[in-house]
């Protein structure tokens, strides 16, 4: 636990050093070549705006409006199929769209079933196993103007059940029922 | 897909959302949200110029360079369409390292910094590439040395050993990260390289 502090506290201020060390050494202009990769930061920001507006009103319409439920509820006799605790099915979903909200579910999973159930297991690997996939493909393909993604959500979704299917999987081998 | 994905979202939140008497809740979810995609902007707006102006110390001191000498092997057979010693590879590792190191802030803007050097490649400019899509995958896999966010939440709930689901993060998150580049391999192939 330690040498995990260790890392997550020295990480960026290491970064910094041997950058800007590696910077002076090369003798770069290291704070005018700063300004100037710095005006990129602005534009990129800009750029990603209407496709985060977009898609931040659909994911809260979304949630707000109870869809989810009907999902979970028309999807169950599937996941009970391959033993995926009916507990999590609403994180599964959300996973993908919305970081915070899973975040928040997680927590309040944890907090009704224990920490240490093997509900509150599995919600913590399937948390940190995947990434919020709608904002990542949002972000970075609205950076650079891409429109047709071709097969990536679809790739990108595969992972995602796969990671869902193991954190199951694994909590059950190593933990037990 | 996207286009899809986006309508259905909202047309089903909207008829769902009449249907259960939550017109009300729906209607301010949107508004607000609008609100909050703004203050999101704005928050990332400062850490991203502070990375994008540290990227351009290290590339043009020729660090991003010897990075991506270094990974080359790696990187070669994940994204074969790059050609050799393009920067598009040292922003790569760079962020895939900031995601193994949970340092989320740093990870995007490294990100976004790769997908605009994969985007020089791009001889389609709105259509994504096959080295994109890998990428993306990859990061959408999350493989993460520590994840702290998960960890705190547990011990804050009282958990007897809050870390223990390190182990299985890891092997959920490499399980994913695999199939993941198994299915863009198998994708591109099928969809025809680009």
Redesign the interface.
């Known amino acids: ?1 330690n040498v ?1 502090n260790w ?2 506290l020295y ?2 201020p290491v ?2 050093l ?3 060390s ?2 002076a ?2 003798e ?1 202009k ?1 704070f005018d ?10 534009e ?3 750029k ?2 209407p496709s ?16 989810l439920d ?1 999902l979970i509820f028309a999807v169950k006799p599937l996941t009970d199929i391959f033993g995926i605790p009916s507990e999590t099915l609403p994180l599964v979903f959300l996973r993908p769209i919305s970081g915070s909200a899973s ?1 928040a579910l ?2 309040d999973i ?2 009704r079933y ?3 159930s093997f509900v ?2 599995v919600v ?11 904002y ?6 609205g ?14 979704l ?3 059940l ?2 869902v299917i ?2 199951v999987w ?2 059950t081998v ?2 037990g029922r | 897909m996207l286009n899809y994905i986006w309508l259905f979202m909202l047309v089903s939140g909207f008829v769902v959302g009449i249907m259960n008497g939550r017109v009300k809740e729906v209607t301010q979810a949107a508004l607000d949200s609008a609100g909050t995609a703004v203050e999101l902007a704005i928050g990332l707006l400062g850490i991203m110029c502070l990375w994008t102006g540290l990227m351009n110390i290290a590339e043009k001191s020729g660090l991003i360079r010897h990075i991506t000498k270094l990974a080359r092997p790696i990187m070669q057979r994940l994204f074969p369409e790059i050609p050799r010693g393009h920067p598009a590879i040292g922003a790569i590792v760079m962020n895939l390292a900031a995601n193994f190191l949970g340092l989320g802030n740093a990870a995007t803007p490294l990100g976004i910094k790769a997908m605009s050097e994969l985007q020089k490649l791009n001889r389609n400019k709105d259509t994504a590439t096959s080295s994109m899509s890998m990428f993306l995958v990859l990061n959408t896999a999350a493989i993460q040395l520590v994840p702290t966010t998960v960890i705190a939440v547990r011990s804050l709930a009282g958990s007897k050993n809050p870390v223990e689901i390190i182990g299985t993060i890891w092997i959920a998150s490499c399980s994913a990260a695999i199939s993941g580049i198994i299915a863009v391999k198998l994708f591109s192939g099928l969809y025809g390289k680009r």
């Open positions: 636990m995990i890392i997550s990480a960026i970064v910094f041997i950058i800007l590696m910077g050494y090369k770069v290291v070549i700063f300004i100037e990769g710095a005006k990129e930061g602005i990129t920001v800009l990603i705006l985060l507006v977009g898609l931040l009103v659909a994911i809260s319409v979304f949630r707000a409006s109870g869809v009907l975040l997680v927590t944890i907090k224990g920490a240490d509150g297991r913590s690997t399937m948390m940190g196993s995947t990434e919020t996939i709608f990542t493909l949002t972000v970075y393909f950076a650079v103007g891409i429109k047709k993604i071709r097969f990536t959500l679809l790739a990108a595969i992972a995602d796969v990671s193991a954190s694994i909590c190593l933990f």
